[in-house]
């Protein structure tokens, strides 16, 4: 019975409560001696001490370990609340970060997870999120960069520049990168036309400008469509150019055949068939020796002032709206103020820098042909290479004043 009790008790400390080997001399826990404390039991058992004593040292070796479980138990509950508390915030963190970077403010999403990375710094996928961010944010000032090169016709910059974004983000996927995806490809888009854009100012001949054509309605975009429909307005300005001359040279078929060749690539444009009008009527009146006078009248009104011009026809609108590929649209309208139909309207203008130097000439042919009494006709055209700020002026208005 003695050498159960001995056994027993020397599987615990009777200091600290802790478990400790059967046949070690002190505590490894708290260095309490063993061996003497056990002689002492044994004295207190063989001398004949109460057995009620005997009794309560022997369960009091249990009563430490059990406490301690409690006491272990008790605050691993509140570690493991705790940690799902962090976790939580950290969560929160993350969250508030792609909301931050999708709204574009990378400053504040950077922040945010470099402050979620201190409470979990071992977390993966919160230092993959900032590397992310930190790719958007330099990918977004670059793509900044390279639209303002498109700006400044530095087209071949510009496209290296976007090859280097495109290959650091051509691997990334998700939310946050798509948008910066489809931005790289529109800019893309942007120094496409541009390029083509630039090259408008060299060409010279329909022929040239429908190859052209033929490239840019290949790409499906806005800036596609606008540059498009300047190249359209650029053969329209040409060809009306070129019937003109023929028109001065009494080539009637020749002008003629030029402005049907105009009306295969902008069809039913109304210019075009306004030319064809007065490619017409000018025939007519060669044909019936009336061309002199036509060309008297027309030679009179060029020598008068605007004053005198409007004697007939008079300005009632002019509008002048620019676009962002470098082209300026020019519409006006006027009104027939005398009592006989006036036909052949051609209307001269000049193009003003900010001194009021004239930079460029152009002119276009009014439509109806022949305009009644009292009616209101109207003009247009498109003009390209505009890259500063100017005014549009009318110069002059040649028609011809029907007899009654």
Known sequence: MLYKWRLLYRMFCHNCGMKVSTDANFCSNCGAGLKEELLQHEDEVLSGRS???????????????????????????GYYNHEQNVNADVLTMKKEAEELALQGDYVKAKSELENALEIRPAYHVLRNNLEVVKIAEEA??????????????QFEDAESNLARIREKIVRLDGPLIKPLKDEASETDVMIKVGKVNNELEQLKTVEE????????????SEEGKAVKEQILNRI???????????????????AMTVADRALQYAVNDKRILALRDKIEQSRKDFEEAEFERIERAMEAAAKEDLKNKNAALEIVNLKVDEDEVGGMTIKGELKNIVKANVSSITVYYNILSKDKNVLDKGFTTAYPFKLEPGNIGKFEDYYYGVFEDVTVEIENITWVVEDR
């Open 51 to 77: 057995k009620s004593k005997s009794k309560k040292r022997t369960y009091l070796p249990f009563l430490p370990p059990v406490i301690s479980l409690f006491l272990v138990s008790g605050l691993v509950g």
């Open 236 to 254: 329209v300005q040409l060809s009306i150019e070129e019937a003109e001359v023929k028109i001065e040279q009494k080539q009637f078929t020749n």
């Open 140 to 153: 977004h000032i670059e793509l900044d960069d390279v639209k303002t090169q498109i700006k400044e016709k």
């Open 209 to 220: 400008l429908s190859r052209k054509l033929a490239v840019i309605s290949a790409v499906p």
